[in-house]
């Protein structure tokens, strides 16, 4: 059964970084996407990233709005590791990240693909 096991998060000053990782375990599909997700408090689940996995398309990624400029998505096959680096960070990416991956036929689902693996979740809060 898949497992995601996210990691990196904590509490950082405004402006300041954090590399969050996501190791994935058991996910045989050979096509899917990985997706970073944040929710705060009493606000709707927020898609922050995604990277590919597989044969069909590119695995460059893809960010929303509100984190482009800011953070980057990347991956490491070798260790089946995901990582979204947040740089630059503001009291409103104060959240619970978590970690998703879907099956897909393509790279270009990622964006609209129902992630169906969750991991438990780790929290990123920016303060002073």
């Known amino acids: 059964e898949a497992q995601l096991v996210e990691s990196g998060g904590g509490l950082v000053q405004p402006g300041g970084s954090l590399r969050l990782s996501c190791a994935a375990s058991?996910?045989?599909?050979?096509?899917?996407?990985m997706g970073w997700f944040r929710q705060a408090p009493g606000a709707e689940r927020e898609r922050v990233a995604t990277?590919?996995?597989?044969?069909?398309?590119?695995?460059?990624?893809t960010l929303a709005d509100s984190v482009k400029g800011r953070f980057t998505v990347s991956q490491d096959s070798a260790k089946n590791t995901v990582y979204l680096q947040m740089n630059s960070l503001k009291p409103e990416d104060t959240a619970m990240y978590y970690c998703?991956?879907?099956?897909?036929?393509?790279?270009?689902?990622?964006?609209?693909?129902?992630?169906?693996?969750w991991g438990q979740g780790t929290q990123v809060t920016v303060s002073s």
């Open positions: 058991g996910i045989t599909y050979r096509s899917y996407c």
């Open positions: 998703a991956a879907a099956p897909v036929p393509g790279s270009s689902w990622c964006v609209r693909a129902t992630y169906n693996y």
């Open positions: 990277v590919y996995r597989g044969y069909i398309g590119s695995g460059s990624g």
